[in-house]
């Protein structure tokens, strides 16, 4: 049977049964997919947790590790919750407890570890069997009442015991430690936020007549933003900050907390005391590392990690001159120290219904969790007064009827059903008189079984008057406190002020301050690199092979230097430390290098190569000193250019800046200066052409104009000159030649030219 002829309704066939492929697969993957959402992914909106975090605190609590209690094995932990809650991997269960014990990725750490537990750097924890665990009280809190029907409890995997559905949660953990998670078609991402804010946030909405008309600009007074456990700074706008709470989606922007540490005599470092969240210090710092080796941040010269329990890291300036705010800006862009983390409030509402709920109904689902949990331990409360009432009626009415009873013990084969028989409403002595109960007695006649065991089960020293005295204190007591639930069960408004009274309670035991700070984002704008750097004098020296480096100092360019074997000079000339130099390239590209990143001038350098990724099939047609404000003549050996701006070649990264397009066998040839009125051209074919400089366009990019004309070869020189100084050469024996009248040589732009004058070099080069 072909899939088309597979019936749309399953069929039995023996013990087969047969339904389409794609029916199938589909329900199966819902069913994997509804798996992954409910029960693995996204947090309940109610505690916070997840079932592997709820299961491991349950197990915990089961196991009595109290916060002032000892440790005990992880393994121990894990192994119970894996065997009795969790089939899914110990592997997978440490690793969530270990998480919870995180003070680095917890904000109120719920598991108090013994033992390596990781660290900020990234390093894993230790093994189960060789770290311990136990509660804290932030966990306790959460579990507060789960032994008075506060939650539902359900089956276990394997209905061998009970586990709850929720934990009661005393305050809000799911905005307290955050909770990230990715399920099938959806994902949640919730940063930490300080307690303090959120039982604040929580008291407004309790004291609210009706909390959905709080304003949700109301409840921003109260949660400023994330309080992560790591500190920081937020630079996120409020108003976005607002938009992201309002539709639980949305980021912030997270930098690193830093200093500047004097070092006397004009020194300075940065010491990072506080990174952003998630981040691994490990990672971080080789990220930095990686942004000064290659040149990304130039104006820092060393990194260092000095942290102990603190964080501690030192970045050392190249130069004093450095500014730190500058220095700063540029690690913000090429390191972890500015770091987004991304808002996606999506939790289970009720533990069934996914949804990207806002802050206002987060809180609110919370506190109806809390009214449900007050309601629910009120009542459980009230089934054991009324219990311990029935009891004590009993006791009572014994204590009033004490011969009586004593007698029918004594002497009766069946005291029990002696006592249930008997008709306590007879006039009996009583020890005391109703007008010593606070509360009418108990209605008398006969006791119940429940009364009656609790007489037979009584001991002979409880008979003593004493004894008496305290059941009365305790039957007034229980019953002013059962009338005391009843008002609280029937009046809501009571029911809030308690929540809130419960909130402030939580504030005051957990309250803390916050960590992470807020600062508006201040964007520096570029300083030049000058600005930052020591001027000092440089000679700067690439060979043919094109080996650069810089000498200290201004030498005689005419002096003889070392190069390795079969290579030699190329160029030599004088700049500063705060130069920014131009390198172009055969392929028409330029690139741009800082003097001050020179290899120094005691070795042969460096290729230059290494410093700019030029191609190695591609020659250095240039290397000159950026001067601003300057234009060069760039043209190809087909004798095409045009006039650039030097602003327009300045090159950002080792790629360089494609400025003169080439093809094919057409390579650049010339980058002169714009220094004149006039140009001049020379061919291959020894023609040479002069015409006027404002016939050249000034172009960023592109093939340029046709500067002369060949029949055969290319050009092969060209340059700017003043037409009235003349133009000048240096004939082969090293004199400079002047030549004034060039009206022989004057032409439109792209013609042919005439033959060069007498005495131009056989070079074809001006210089």
């Known amino acids: 049977m072909?899939?088309?002829?597979?019936?749309?309704?399953?069929?039995?066939?023996?013990?087969?049964?047969?339904?389409?492929l794609r029916r199938a697969i589909g329900d199966r993957y819902l069913t994997y997919a509804l798996s992954t959402i409910m029960h693995r992914a996204l947090p309940d909106v109610r505690d916070g947790l997840k079932p592997v975090h709820r299961r491991i605190l349950y197990v915990m609590n089961r196991l009595r590790l109290s916060p002032n209690g000892g440790f005990l094995k992880s393994a121990k932990i894990s192994g119970d919750t894996m065997g009795d809650f969790h089939p899914h991997g110990d592997g997978a269960i440490y690793d969530a407890m270990a998480r919870l014990a995180q003070d680095f990725n917890v904000r109120y750490p719920l598991v108090d570890g013994q033992g390596n537990f990781g660290n900020i750097d990234g390093d894993n924890p230790a093994a189960s069997r060789y770290t311990e665990a136990r509660m804290t009280v932030f966990a306790e809190a959460l579990l507060q009442g789960l032994d008075e029907n506060a939650v539902d409890f359900r089956a276990n995997?394997?209905?061998?015991?009970?586990?709850?559905?929720?934990?009661?949660?005393?305050?809000?953990?799911?905005?307290?430690?955050?909770?990230?998670?990715?399920?099938?078609?959806?994902?949640?991402?919730?940063?930490?936020?300080?307690?303090?804010?959120?039982?604040?946030?929580?008291?407004?909405?309790?004291?609210?007549e009706n909390s959905e008309r709080v304003r949700d600009e109301t409840l921003f007074d109260y949660v400023k933003g994330p309080d992560f456990p790591t500190g920081g700074t937020i630079i996120e706008p409020p108003e976005a900050i607002a938009e992201a709470y309002r539709t639980g989606r949305g980021g912030f922007r997270v930098r690193a907390k830093w200093e500047v540490e004097d070092l006397g005599r004009g020194q300075w470092q940065v010491v990072v005391t506080e990174i952003p969240f998630q981040v691994q210090k490990s990672r971080l710092i080789e990220k930095i590392a990686e942004a000064i080796q290659t040149k990304k941040v130039p104006i820092l010269a060393d990194v260092r990690d000095e942290s102990a329990e603190?964080?501690?890291?030192?970045?050392?300036?190249?130069?004093?001159?450095?500014?730190?705010?500058?220095?700063?800006n540029m690690l913000y862009r090429n390191s972890d120290l500015e770091n987004r983390f991304s808002l996606n409030m999506n939790v289970l509402i009720d533990g069934v219904t996914p949804k990207v709920a806002s802050l206002k109904e987060v809180l609110r689902a919370f506190l109806a969790h809390r009214r449900d949990v007050l309601l629910r331990r009120s009542k459980y409360r009230m089934d054991k007064i009324d219990h311990r009432l029935e009891v004590l009626e009993g006791f009572i009415t014994a204590f009033l009827n004490l011969d009586r009873v004593i007698d029918i013990i004594r002497y009766d084969d069946d005291p029990k059903a002696a006592l249930m028989r008997e008709d306590w409403s007879k006039d009996h002595p009583r020890a005391l008189s109703d007008k010593d109960y606070k509360t009418p007695l108990p209605g008398e006649g006969e006791l119940t079984e429940v009364q009656v065991d609790a007489i037979l089960n009584m001991r002979l020293r409880s008979l003593r008057r004493l004894e008496e005295l305290e059941l009365k204190r305790e039957f007034d007591e229980l019953t002013a406190e059962r009338a005391d639930l009843e008002d609280l069960l029937e009046n809501e408004g009571r029911q809030?002020?308690?929540?809130?009274?419960?909130?402030?309670?939580?504030?005051?035991?957990?309250?803390?301050?916050?960590?992470?700070?807020?600062?508006?984002?201040?964007?520096?704008?570029?300083?030049?690199l000058e600005a930052m750097i020591d001027r000092e004098p440089i000679t700067v020296?690439?060979?043919?092979?094109?080996?650069?480096?810089?000498?200290?100092?201004?030498?005689?360019?005419?002096?003889?230097?070392?190069?390795?074997?079969?290579?030699?000079p190329r160029f030599i000339f004088h700049a500063e430390t705060t130069d920014r130099l131009l390198v172009f390239g055969t392929n028409g590209r330029f690139y741009t290098i800082s003097a001050s990143n020179l290899p120094g001038g005691r070795g042969m350098g460096e290729p230059l190569r290494l410093m700019v990724d030029l191609p190695n099939e591609a020659e250095i047609v240039a290397l000159v000193i950026h001067r601003p404000g300057a234009k060069r003549l760039v043209a190809s050996t087909a004798g095409d250019g045009f006039v650039v701006a030097e602003e327009d070649v300045i090159a950002q990264t080792r790629a360089g800046k494609q400025v003169l397009n080439v093809r094919g066998d057409v390579k650049a040839a010339i980058c002169a200066p714009v220094e004149g009125d006039h140009v001049a051209v020379v061919g291959e074919n020894r023609k040479m052409l002069v015409f006027p400089v404002s016939d050249l366009n000034e172009m960023a990019r592109g093939k340029g104009v046709r500067l002369q004309k060949y029949k055969d070869g290319g050009l092969s020189d060209a340059r700017t000159f003043t037409r009235a100084d003349g133009l000048t050469w240096l004939d082969p024996a090293g004199r400079t030649r002047t030549v004034t009248d060039l009206e022989e040589w004057t032409g439109a732009r792209a013609s042919a030219g005439r033959m060069a004058p007498r005495g131009f070099p056989q070079n074809n080069r001006f210089t």
């Open 157 to 208: 995997y394997d209905g061998r015991l009970e586990e709850p559905v929720v934990l009661p949660a005393a305050f809000p953990n799911l905005l307290a430690n955050g909770a990230s998670g990715i399920a099938v078609g959806m994902a949640t991402n919730i940063p930490p936020h300080n307690i303090t804010e959120l039982c604040d946030a929580c008291i407004h909405l309790a004291k609210a």
């Open 310 to 328: 603190d964080i501690r890291i030192v970045l050392e300036p190249r130069s004093k001159n450095v500014d730190p705010d500058v220095l700063m």
């Open 2 to 20: 072909t899939m088309s002829e597979t019936p749309d309704h399953p069929e039995i066939e023996g013990n087969n049964l047969a339904e389409p």
């Open 541 to 568: 020296v690439c060979s043919r092979m094109g080996w650069i480096r810089a000498m200290t100092g201004h030498i005689d360019l005419n002096r003889e230097l070392k190069f390795k074997d079969g290579d030699g």
């Open 496 to 528: 809030w002020k308690t929540i809130a009274d419960q909130l402030r309670q939580v504030k005051k035991d957990f309250g803390d301050e916050r960590r992470t700070q807020f600062a508006e984002a201040v964007e520096i704008e570029e300083v030049p």
